[in-house]
């Protein structure tokens, strides 16, 4: 992995980590059991929760998702 593209990875990391905790915040502050289920169950807790209460956490998912986006495009830059 070159430079340019280790930083636009950990940069896409960092940013999907925000958008991660973001809707554990809102989690906890619906529910403490749901914050619980979140950290401690991988996926599915986390993907209902999502689906649930949308209104709160559509915020936190975009910057999720494009953070994914952005590490998914570093990843993909090392082989060029």
């Given at each position: 992995m070159n430079e340019a593209s280790l930083i636009i990875a950990?940069?896409?990391w960092i940013i999907c980590l925000i958008g991660y905790?973001?809707?554990l915040?809102?989690?906890f502050r619906k529910n403490y059991w749901w914050g619980i289920a979140i950290v401690l169950i991988p996926f599915i807790p986390?993907?209902?929760f999502v689906?649930?209460?949308f209104r709160k956490a559509w915020i936190h998912l975009t910057i999720s998702?494009?953070?994914f986006s952005l590490m998914c495009i570093g990843v993909a830059?090392?082989?060029y």
């Open positions: 950990l940069l896409g905790v973001g809707i915040i809102v989690a986390f993907l209902v689906i649930l209460e998702i494009a953070g830059m090392k082989n």
